[in-house]
């Protein structure tokens, strides 16, 4: 390969990953060394964190596939490396999450309001960024080690899905906490004794996301303070 | 109990000096015009018609029967029969000898001692608060203080009398008496009325005012930082707040449900004694040899299942109120546990595992100092005007603890042994498919 | 106003009367029965003294096939080691003392699967030496959560195959390995353990459901193919062989060749695992019961309930043991049986033969006053 190909195509490869936080290469200060011609034929290409590699046959002409190929390669070892990166979507494809209320039936701005002017990008957003939230409480209700537990025992052990947390029943009259409970009490009582971790403050985030997950779950039930 | 059998031994056979002779003819009991010259003192301000402090009305007023009504007569008629020895067969017994004022309206002694200085099986629930329980004795077995207090008089080893009739007669005989029932209940005596009558005094004996009371109700400075970690462990890591849960609607802790914390586990084997109770029940089921049974016989071990005869049930007494622990020692239902001390111990190590062992019975891993703080919180939970007596009970408490933990089990504590464990049999057959 | 005692001793007695009209020498074991040997069986039934139908139990089948006999189970324990996880593995000891405390002891004891949590080998080699404890033989099969990690290579080091059939006392046994599942940790490169994290999830949907599979039926079939249609038969699976809920793989894909296989039978017990309650259900000759987990207890499933499903009551979260337990199964004379839940800190629950040939309509368990939210 010559110099000039080699250029390009580690240009490329750095380009394509500007998502994993490498510079574009038009902004460093120089070029990057084209790699040593190799009389074995391969030529390793290496991720701008310097650590990520793979090693490639040496073609004389590689065109925007095999640069895509060498792309996808890279990202997969890095995610691999990287595991939390695509936890909405990992955590998507192992646990199911009732979907948020459908707000497309308000698009439009009839009354000429600021307020009430709503577009497809505004539902987009409450969507999206309310069913992360809850996501992100899944991910903590699933896990031991989130949880802080002490004996590997995570939420999903007693409520898969979110199964008989009965959220609409709160606030109610608790005899054994000795007082009238909100959700995050009882959820705090299940951590410290069942799952035995630590207990969370009332706005710590993860209890906060616990408390939307499990609400999440529960859609569509009547709220039905007091009932045993 | 072998411990009660000896006080019992010295209180008849040394009877040469006046003192022992005293002892034996009361049971260790305080003379009763001692007794309710005390109670006096205590100046109970309970009037027949208002809540006392520290209970929510609505729940003070549903403990009150329907046809017993609280009134000033009642009350006065009621005090007067639960000092009286006359209602026991040999005269030397009342209320007030196991529910002694100076002893924290119990007894102190693990079993008590009725007439003839004869012992029973369980120790003496104190009649303090007691009116706030949903049901009486350790098995739950009377439904309320008017059905309670008709039963020790009646009961062979307690105050003996043959039968109501036998208790309506010395109380005919009093005319004081029959004018009193007049005025409470506008009838002649008969044996229910004194039932209701005792029920009514001992609704008066509520005693709610704690330093944890006070500090409930906005004095931060009522209780120490120790007490307050104590507490905090309370409805936390020692989940003492699952079973005895303290709050407005419930003030003197206890959950009023029945379970099996192992304590009678430790000497019995429940399967041949239930097989025996059943045999026993069968031939006479009736109110009086439940009672006699609970008392007298090992079976009493099987606690609630005497009367429930379900299998959930087996081994299990009624969860005890927490108020006023420090004057009423020893605890559990056979007076097996001299101090607090040992009942943070019993709890932090599991209980004594066995078949019917709650399953809110866990290890819990508390530091000894933990366990300090905890007592400390319960002692913060004796009313204010027993404060002197429970010091010096406390002080006892503390000296005894410091030399003697015999419940104490670290490696059960902090789960390097698990319960099941110790129990599980040796010899097993090879494990094939 | 009658008190409690009084009015079960009249129970009693209305009991014991309706059965003056057997024969002198079955009134008498039945009595007897009555009394003690419930308490000697350390059985109670909830709320009264109804006994265990001893009566029919102490007839032999008059061809002489099947004698009337007993056998418990333990399930689910889920063990992780000693020191991660406690209460788990002080669980399994309770349910090993409930066992050897049985007087008769059980002529042998089933392990309905699950034994480990991670299918790691110490927490199989941990459950195997509590086993070991047990005063009668032990029957193992094998659950998912003993399955995926090393796919069974240390289930069958430690317990042997994990599917083969016995006789005992004229009914016929086939024990199978029903978690099998179609691969999908290949294509997405999962390690063991990210195989068996997967698996252990419950509502977990990384992983597919659970089958018997075309292989293992065909030996089922062929296991079969000698034993007579009249001859008892029970078949001890740890997912239900048949469909409730799919989301958490109370179900068996294949679930209706499976019964195609077994229809030809006169009278089919399943006892199965992995459900942790108490589930009941029939289909045409197949009686299917579920058991109760040492560890944990599962709620019911938002939809796919048998109808002939008595719920067990919501579990007290205060009471870690509670919905948990262990238990007996009473093998009748032609081949159906009592089921009973030794239920921890509860009355235990028969579900009886009776009610399952009944369809539902003679002795219904006790409905609970709390139900499954």
């Known amino acids: ?228 | 109990m072998a411990f009660a059998l000896l006080l019992a031994g010295l209180a008849i056979a040394a009877s040469s000096t006046p003192a022992r002779a005293q002892e034996a003819a009361t049971h260790g009991a305080l003379a009763m015009d001692q007794q309710i010259a005390r109670l006096e003192a205590l100046g109970i301000t309970t009037t027949a018609t208002d809540p006392p402090a520290g209970v929510v009305g609505a729940i003070w007023q549903a403990s009150i029967p329907a046809d017993n009504a609280m009134t000033p007569e009642r009350i006065a008629l009621g005090r007067k029969l639960y000092f009286d020895a006359r209602l026991s067969a040999d005269g030397t017994v009342a209320c007030a000898t196991c529910h002694d004022v100076s002893r924290g309206f119990t007894d102190q002694r693990p079993v008590s001692e009725g007439i003839a200085g004869k012992l029973g099986r369980r120790n003496a629930p104190t009649t303090l608060n007691a009116m706030l329980l949903t049901s009486q004795f350790w098995d739950g077995r009377a439904a309320d203080l008017e059905a309670q207090a008709k039963l020790p008089i009646v009961n062979p080893v307690e105050m003996g009398m043959p039968d109501g009739d036998a208790v309506v007669k010395v109380v005919v005989a009093d005319p004081e008496y029959v004018a009193m029932f007049q005025q409470a209940y506008g009838r002649a005596p008969s044996y229910d009325d004194i039932g209701r009558a005792i029920a009514t005094f001992e609704r008066t004996l509520v005693f709610l005012d704690a330093p944890f009371d006070r500090f409930m109700a906005g004095d931060v400075n009522a209780l120490s930082g120790e007490a307050q970690r104590g507490m905090a462990l309370y409805n936390g890591k020692a989940r003492c707040v699952t079973c005895h849960p303290l709050n407005a609607a419930n003030p003197i802790g206890s959950d009023n449900r029945f379970h099996n914390i192992g304590v009678s586990a430790r000497h019995q084997d429940f399967g041949s004694l239930a097989k025996q109770a059943l045999t026993a029940l069968a031939a006479d089921s009736s109110e009086e040899q439940l009672d006699r049974l609970a008392l007298e016989t090992d079976m009493s071990e099987l606690g609630r299942f005497m009367v429930t005869k379900r299998r959930d049930d087996i081994g299990s007494f009624k969860t005890p109120q927490v108020r006023n622990l420090t004057i009423s020692a020893p605890y559990m239902h056979d007076g097996s546990m001299q101090t607090l001390w040992d009942v943070m111990d019993h709890y932090n190590r599991g209980g004594e595992a066995n078949l019917f062992l709650d399953g809110g019975i866990e290890p819990l891993a508390l530091t000894d100092t933990e366990i300090d703080e905890v007592v400390t919180f319960m002692v913060a939970l004796t009313d204010v005007r027993f404060a002197k007596e429970g010091e010096t009970a406390m002080a006892a408490q503390r000296t005894l603890a410091a030399t003697k933990r015999p419940f104490k089990d670290e490696a059960l504590a902090m789960r390097r042994v698990l319960p099941f464990e110790s129990k599980s049999a040796a010899a097993g057959q090879e494990v094939r498919p | 106003m009658k008190s409690i005692e009084t009015k079960y001793m009249e129970e009693r007695e209305r009991t014991l009367r309706g059965l003056a009209g057997l024969s002198r020498r079955d009134f008498l074991k039945v009595s007897t029965a009555a009394v003690g040997a419930t308490a000697l069986h350390g059985v109670f039934n909830p709320h009264s003294f109804q006994p265990v139908d001893v009566a029919s139990a102490a007839t032999v089948d008059p061809a002489g096939k099947v004698e009337p006999f007993r056998f418990a189970y333990i399930s689910d324990s889920h063990l992780y080691s000693k020191d991660l996880n406690d209460r788990f593995v002080n669980g399994l000891m309770r349910a090993v003392d409930d066992v050897n405390a049985l007087d008769p002891q059980p002529d042998f004891v089933f392990y309905g699967g699950d034994l480990a949590q991670l299918g790691q080998p110490q927490e199989l080699e941990l459950g195997a030496q509590i086993l070991k404890n047990l005063k009668a033989p032990v029957r193992m099969m094998v659950g998912e959560h003993d399955w995926y990690l090393d796919l069974g290579e240390k289930w069958r080091s430690l317990f042997g195959d994990d599917r083969y059939t016995f006789e005992h006392k004229g009914v016929q046994f086939v024990t199978l390995n029903s978690v099998i599942e179609e691969d999908f940790w290949t294509e997405r490169n999962l390690s063991p353990m990210e195989r068996m994290k997967t698996v252990a999830g419950l509502d977990n949907h990384g992983q597919r459901p659970f089958t018997v599979g075309a292989e293992q039926r065909a030996w089922l079939a062929q296991q079969l193919e000698k034993v007579p249609s009249d001859k008892p038969l029970i078949v001890f699976s740890h997912s239900p062989l048949y469909k409730i809920y799919k989301n958490w793989n109370f179900w068996t894909d294949d679930a209706e060749e499976v019964q195609a296989i077994l229809k030809r039978f006169a009278n089919v017990v399943v006892i199965h695992g992995h459900t942790h309650q108490v589930l009941t259900n029939r289909i045409g000759n197949i009686h299917f019961h579920g058991l109760l987990s040492t560890a944990w207890p599962w709620p019911y499933a938002p939809q796919g309930l048998p109808p002939l499903t008595v719920q067990m009551g919501r579990p007290d979260p205060f009471n870690p043991n509670d919905g948990c337990g262990d238990g007996m199964v009473q093998v009748h004379a032609d081949g159906l049986v009592d089921k009973v839940y030794a239920l921890w800190n509860r009355n235990p629950v028969t579900v009886s033969r009776r009610y399952t040939l009944s369809g539902g309509k003679e002795d219904r368990p006790a409905a609970p006053l709390l139900a499954s939210f």
């Open chain 1, 1 to 228: 390969m010559t110099g000039r190909h080699a250029r390009t195509a580690l240009a490329t490869v750095v380009l394509a990953l500007g998502a994993v936080g490498c510079k574009p290469a038009s902004q460093e200060t120089a070029p990057p060394p084209p790699p040593a011609a190799d009389a074995s034929g391969k030529t390793e290409v290496v991720l701008c964190d310097n650590h990520t590699k793979v090693t490639v046959d040496t073609k004389a002409n590689p065109t925007r596939d095999d640069g895509e190929q060498i792309a996808q390669q890279l990202m997969a070892q890095w995610k691999q490396k990287n595991p939390g990166v695509d936890w909405e979507a990992d955590e998507r494809r192992a646990h199911d999450l009732v979907p948020a209320a459908d707000n497309a039936g308000l698009v439009g701005n009839p009354q000429g309001q600021t307020y009430g002017a709503i577009t497809d990008r505004d539902v987009l957003l409450w969507k999206s960024q309310v069913e992360t939230f809850a996501l992100a409480g899944s991910r903590v209700f699933h896990s031991a080690d989130e949880l802080g537990s002490t004996i590997a025992v995570s939420c999903d052990m007693c409520h898969p899905d979110g199964a008989n947390t009965h959220p609409e029943t709160y606030p109610k009259f608790q005899v054994q906490l000795g007082r009238t409970v909100l959700l995050r009490d009882m959820i705090n009582w299940c951590i410290e004794h069942p799952v035995r971790g630590p207990r969370l403050a009332d706005d710590d985030p993860k209890m906060r996301a616990l408390e939307a997950y499990i609400y999440a779950q529960r859609k569509g039930v009547p709220l039905d303070y007091g009932r045993r």
